[in-house]
């Protein structure tokens, strides 16, 4: 079925979202990020000094560096705003959806949480595993490069899963028992 140019998938009460739906939703928060990423940049040349020794020491401190600059704000963004009263970040509410329970029911700030956690896991394990190659660390390549596969292979099911799944689920929305809907 479509309805205003996008394609709709209904079962029983639940309208489903599509891929790509969810895609552009996410693509508006991406500007937003980019956003703030760039605000990173600008103030990182500012304070090289300081921010080289916190990059370039080790793997494991250069990951937590990343992981409190880059991936918790974002994390945070995404987590925050889904638990919120209106249950979607900037880039779901310009496309009209939201995140809820199954059966469409509301879901908490707990739940938003770990849902979050599980849908930016295969992005801090590509970190991870980066950080290892750039900055010489005790792990093998053969650890690395297994590593950078998990990844991958999570990145393809998160893709996949919603193409699938009944109600357009990923795995992080099946596990989290959470799904995209419309509002």
């Known amino acids: 079925m479509i309805e205003k140019g996008i394609v709709v998938h209904r079962h029983g009460e639940i309208r489903s979202v599509s891929l790509g739906t969810r895609i552009l939703a996410f693509l508006w928060d991406y500007v937003l990020i980019t ?22 020491k080790n793997p494991i401190w250069a990951e937590m560096n990343g992981f409190m600059f880059i991936t918790l704000p ?3 963004y995404f987590a925050i705003c889904e638990g919120s009263k209106w249950h979607a970040t900037w880039g779901k509410r310009k496309m009209g959806i939201m995140l809820a329970g199954h059966e469409g029911r509301s879901i908490g700030l707990g739940t938003s949480l770990f849902r979050s956690a599980i849908k930016f896991l295969p992005w801090e394990l590509a970190h991870f595993t980066i950080w290892h190659m750039v900055i010489p660390s005790d792990f093998s390549d053969s ?8 990844v991958y292979g999570l990145v ?16 992080y929305d099946l596990i989290a028992g959470t799904m995209i809907r419309y509002k």
């Open 143 to 150: 650890l690395i490069y297994s590593l950078l596969a998990v």
């Open 156 to 171: 393809l099911v998160y893709l996949i899963s919603p193409l699938i799944s009944r109600n357009k689920q990923t795995v």
């Open 35 to 56: 956003c703030y990423i760039s605000l990173l940049i600008c103030i990182s040349f500012l304070l090289r000094p300081l921010l080289v020794p916190m990059f370039t």
């Open 74 to 76: 974002v994390y945070l």
